[in-house]
T-cell receptor, first 116, second 112 residues
Framework: EVHLVESGGGLVQPGGSLRLSCEVS????????MSWVRQAPGKGLEWVSG????????YYAESVKGRFTISRDNSKSTVFLQMKSLKVEDTARYYC?????????GGQGTLVIVSS | DIVMAQSPDSLAVSLGERAAINCKSS????????????LAWFQQRPGQPPKLLIS???TRESGVPDRFSGSGSGTDFTLTINSLQPEDVAVYYC?????????FGQGTKLEI
């Protein structure tokens, strides 16, 4: 069974930074692309970023390009999302998911609140 | 970016009846080299993470009831739910993974 545990969310002021982590089990992590998807309160899903299995390719939504950085540590079955210059509109629950698309989700996400 | 537009935004259907949700992409998501549509459907129940229902426009995931079906090609797709059950109350999203950035439709809220 695919198991993903997101962590690192919290309350941060506008302009601040956070680093999200997602620890994975239940599949061979190093063979799969990974993504971050977010959902603002009461809103729809927004794909944020993706990374290839070998970390050779990284992709970003326009809304976060230049501010967020995705990375992974295949030895620890963990994917990260470094978020900088956070804006109020980045407030959301952040999910990690397997694959770039047709994603498999397995965790409850981690809540990021950007507020002064 | 490829824009995904769903219709309707919300839908109320009686138990046992059929629901149909449409999804239109701003450009074709049919990849000519493999003749596959890079289109998925997700279900999100209240308070839960999204669940993948259908990939490649019409391939049901393991464990998904056969009352769920996907159809369409190119730019126009439909998710059909036959014989609606109480547990089908959810928000449904289409997603294209033809080209990065991956994009979702705005969601369709299905109610009884």
């Amino acid at each position: 069974e695919v198991h993903l545990v997101e962590s690192g969310g919290g309350l941060v002021q506008p302009g601040g930074s956070l680093r999200l982590s997602c620890e994975v089990s239940g599949f061979i992590f190093g063979r799969f692309d990974m993504s971050w998807v977010r959902q603002a309160p009461g809103k729809g899903l927004e794909w944020v970023s993706g990374i290839s299995a070998d970390a050779g390719s990284k992709y970003y939504a326009e809304s976060v390009k230049g501010r967020f950085t995705i990375s992974r540590d295949n030895s620890k079955s963990t994917v990260f999302l470094q978020m900088k210059s956070l804006k109020v509109e980045d407030t959301a629950r952040y999910y990690c998911a397997r694959d770039l698309g047709m994603n498999t989700f397995g965790g409850q996400g981690t809540l990021v609140i950007v507020s002064s | 970016d490829i824009v995904m537009a769903q219709s309707p935004d919300s839908l109320a259907v009686s138990l046992g009846e059929r629901a149909a949700i449409n999804c239109k992409s701003s450009q074709s998501v049919l990849y000519s080299s493999d003749n596959k549509n890079y289109l998925a459907w997700f279900q999100q129940r209240p308070g839960q993470p999204p669940k993948l229902l259908i990939s490649w426009a019409s391939t049901r995931e393991s464990g998904v009831p056969d009352r769920f079906s996907g159809s369409g090609s190119g730019t126009d797709f439909t998710l059909t739910i036959n014989s609606l059950q109480p547990e089908d109350v959810a928000v449904y999203y289409c997603q294209q993974y033809y080209r990065a950035p991956v994009t979702f439709g705005q969601g369709t809220k299905l109610e009884i």
